[in-house]
């Protein structure tokens, strides 16, 4: 009894650390994104009651599975882990696929059988049941923990749905490239290589949705003698496609066209302020396309 106790305790607990991960994930990516800046509130809360929910409906039913394997013998803890991480789904489709009768002890010998065998395997005693207590033991057990399962799963899907109608909506999602909040992107890009190292940023991509922009912060130190360097490189240029170059600082706004630059462009920044300022690529349509950005 003290060691299935143990292994309970065992068990919450790690549950417990997943649901704290979870939520110090979310409260380190907000602080290196400054706050889910250029987002409604609405959706990284619906996200992260998603995933709470989730989390949660893997618990309950974990749980559930944890006392059923009691009852027949096997490892509870082995069997709670599966179904938490192979999600509720997949985990109960195994378990019910895997799970053994339930098996009660010898009164005789303390060996466990079949609830519905007759005699003991290993002592040859009768067993003496009433088909009525056969049913009760087989009947269901632990409801409340299917029922906080299918709640909790009720719940996430809302939370499912929800953050994927706003999102496609867009609303409350910042997608101006020339905002001086953060800007995030509706759609995908197919990328080589993303780096920024050493004050210089390099992007390499094949291929992105249009409109797809894509954003490195830099730090102009002295304003009225650096310039941008940009060396863009597009390699399918469609009919209509370009490429968009965003400085972006406060209320100081410049945008250039920079699809078919012959040279490397050298841009004076003397018409922005020392500190921090948005570069951004916003993609229309351009395909194989290398670039570096650098101040200096």
């Not at 060691?3 to 650390?17: E, M, S, V």
């Not at 909506?169 to 190292?197: C, F, H, K, P, Q």
Request: aromatic share 12%; glycine share 8%; net charge negative.
């Amino acid at each position: 009894m003290n060691h299935a106790k143990k292994n309970r305790c065992l068990l919450f607990a790690g549950i417990t650390l997943i649901f704290l991960l979870v939520f110090l994930r979310f409260g380190l990516y907000f602080l290196k994104s400054g706050g889910f800046q250029g987002l409604s509130l609405l959706l990284p809360v619906l996200l992260l009651g998603f995933l709470l929910f989730a989390l949660c409906t893997s618990a309950f039913f974990a749980a559930w599975v944890y006392e059923d394997c009691g009852r027949r013998g096997e490892d509870p803890v082995l069997w709670a882990i599966v179904v938490f991480a192979a999600t509720p789904f997949i985990g109960l489709l195994i378990y019910f696929l895997r799970r053994s009768e339930i098996k009660t002890a010898c009164t005789a010998c303390g060996h466990r059988i079949s609830i519905k065998a007759k005699y003991c395997e290993e002592c040859g005693t009768q067993v003496e049941k009433e088909d009525f207590c056969v049913m009760v033991k087989q009947g269901t057990h632990h409801l409340k923990f299917i029922a906080a399962g299918i709640v909790s799963m009720v719940l996430m899907l809302v939370c499912l749905t929800g953050f994927i109608v706003s999102a496609a909506s867009g609303n409350g999602i910042n997608t101006n490239a020339a905002s001086d909040e953060r800007v995030w992107n509706l759609g995908t890009i197919s990328m080589n290589y993303n780096a920024y190292r050493n004050g210089v940023w390099k992007l390499d991509f094949r291929s992105a949705s249009e409109g797809f922009v894509k954003e490195q912060d830099m730090t102009i130190a002295d304003a009225d003698v650096q310039l941008l360097y940009a060396d863009i490189s597009c390699g399918t240029v469609p009919d209509g496609a370009t490429i968009v170059l965003w400085l972006v600082q406060g209320d100081a706004v410049k945008s250039l066209d920079v699809t078919n630059l012959s040279q490397p462009l050298e841009y004076p920044l003397h018409e922005f302020e020392n500190g921090n300022v948005h570069v951004r690529l916003q993609i229309n349509g351009v395909e194989n396309t290398v670039s570096e950005i650098y101040i200096q």
